[in-house]
């Protein structure tokens, strides 16, 4: 997600250009994968064979000077440095802009960026195991396995989920003792436990919180190795409070599913299911999906769900900038949309990518597919131009334009285009 | 209660586990799961079940045992949920670890029998019931409780780490471009129209067939593609041990993979179970009715790429060959017939087996009782003789099973009866007989 300064400094004035015409590298390169865009619009790049074999990265039409037996997970980051994980005499390691960093590893994977960007982390397996790298700086401590990470908003910690002890095979009752556990930076909490899922930082980057498993069938949320004091018969993904060291996790009990804050619930209402919960911008509200009944699914927004319910899907919410208002993907009868407060548009189609918001929060724009081309839908009303390949779009910072990266005919476009026109 | 068929079983999932249960843990977990965890069918079955047995001679454990009452499904409801309730839970552990080995090992919960109920009870839901309560109590065959362990902790059944997998993955790739130009597999690509997902043992034990589904999806020219990250395995054995909070989370990694891809349709490799816990028992104790995307089973999937012409066979497979039709997408989705149709397509002699369609035999592997492990496989094996002489019956030499349990559990067949057959996946046969087009030859 991009600042308003770096929104500001992006050129919302050029109306069309056209950046890279992607048919002429396939006189280049015997086989081009998939393109990625970056989020100004002023790149397109894609990881591309060479005819002697091997894969480099091809931005705007230009390779990377290094070749590697393999490359793959190309992205940009959120500051738009060009990521992806390369392979060089069997040895792993990541890419930054045509730049490898110094250690390779027997396997990484998994890269995450910070929000700026200015931060990026990697599963790895070497020599001492299992861990995480950060920024090309890896953890002392080595597992028997480490699984996914999270890592913090200010970029200096990262936290997995560690087995802490090996395990004879079928050894289920070395298993049961709990051997799993959540590492910052390389050192596990004091606590172990059966499983640790779903690590979430607080926003100030002190504290991690995880779902884990205490017994078979007890379920709780644990914040730095310390589980709440209450126990659920199931829990999904907590997150912290935008400011303090509050959290907030949904949680089963016997009447169903509803939000706990710290243990406590916090909603009185009961869904037959809720989860993926957000804060609103300015911390003040809380909105989550749910299914008020079995098969029925909406967005409660402090406990409170839409009338309207959807039968197939509903994913996480996003809420306004100004925090007003909260829009969702949504699907029915096979056909995917979005919802408004509630409020579907008329059009379904095949496949819906995430809401955007204007930055005062009153228009709504998504990338969408109909019959196997792109379209910008703005209100729920579908763009004039079809595409063969679409990003989603961005707003201007005064909400009047719409940044489109698009490809047409082989050809990738970087558009600036009045909201009206679209 | 009955004592085990002919030898006892040492497992220490049973064995350990019921030195730790109390009187009153036992009471108050079985009362708990009757009252706050039973649907109301539970009541609607104990009250519409007149015992008349007519479900005894749908059961293969039955009908191999020699017609033996304590192996029909009413024999086995009666040995242990009529008399958990009969008693009012104040049952003890051996008669809890009996319980187990009833509905864990003896019971594949195939549903065949629901079928011969003149009511229609699901006589697997009741047996199901039996594990939960198992589960809950923490009695479980210890070789499922440690798949089940797996699937915790890894979301897949194998214990395969996440760079095992993707390692996996890119070699056969590698592999797969030695037999097909360029073919991939296509990793983490937003917005394909397929996302592939296969069962643990694919990657574990069984890599070749993640680089034929590479071959089939290159020569047919589809747009698909497979998850790097976690809910990448849609099997679910926590659904047959009766750790739904487990079976759950496993398939909302699933569908949340396909999510996070945008994939617009979920296609399955060959596994039956894995289609039961994606369609039908996952999503409903997530709340949704039916599967958020929709899930295609391989059978089907292979049924559309030939009909379509999308996949076209060069040559028929020659030698005699027959099927097994897996309970979870014959019975339980229809399937017979699309897999008679790529049976047909693909090979020159196919001989159909009786019973058929949904009156097929289990294959006595499924419902998670090939999990149970090795302590349990004479007891699983003879289990199903009728599935021996059913197949010996053909005089076919290959059977087809578009399922791992039953491909694993037929294989067992093959051998402790000497049946001298060999046993394949669909895929191996299609990437066998198919055309490969000349822009794609290697």
Redesign the interface.
Known sequence: MQSMTELESWDWETKERLVADINGWRSKFPVIHECVASNDGEKISAPVRTEDGRFTACVNGESWENTFEKLWSLRFGPDDRLTCLVREDDQWTVAVDDETWGEGFEYAWNIQFTPDGKSIAVNVKGENGYGIALNNRTWENGFAEARDFAISPNGEFTAAGVQTKRLGEGDIFGFAEGIWTVAVNGKPWGKNFLNVWGIAFSSDSSKVAAEVRVGEYEYAIAVNGTPWNKIFKCVWEPIFYPQGDDVLAPVQVDEGWTLAKNGELIWDRKFVQAWHQKFSPDGQRIAAVVAPEFGKWTIAVDGSSWNRTFRDAVLPPVFSPDSKRVAAIVKENNRWTVAVEGSPWVEGFDMIWDPVFSPSGDRVAAKAEKEGKFYIVLDGKIGKQEFEALWSPIFSPDGKKLLVRSIEDGKYYRRVIPVEEI | MAEPAKEIVVD??LD?TIKKLTPKKIEDTINRALT?GAAARLKVYMQTCVHCGLCAEACHFYLSHDKDPRFSPVGKVKQTLWEIIKRKGRVDGEFIKNCSRIAHTECNVCRRCSMYCPFGIDMAYLLLLVRRIC??L?VVP??L??TV?SH???MNQMWV???EW??TL?WQEEDAQDEVK?ARI??????AEIMYSVIGPEPKFLAQLLGNIAIIMTVAGMDWTMP???GWDNSNMPMYSG?F?TM??VERKHFEAA?KL?A?KIVMGECGHAFRGAVYDGP?W?????P???VIHAVQFYYELIRDGKIRIARKFEQPVTIQEPCNIVRGRGLGDMLRYIMRATCEDFRDVSPRYEHNYCCCAGGGVINC?PPWKKSRVEGNKVKAEQLKATGAEVVVTPCHNCHSGIEDIVNYYKLGMHVKFFSEILVDVMEVPEDLKV
Request: charged residues 40%; proline residues 8%.
């Open positions: 220490p999932g350990e706050k589960a809950l923490g210890q070789y409780q440690d362990n915790a902790v890894t780490k996440q760079d993707i390692d890119q360029n296509p990793l983490d690509k937003e917005g790097s990250f976690d750790d909070e759950a989370r999510f945008k617009k409903k997530l709340a949704w009715k039916e958020p995307v929709p492990g």
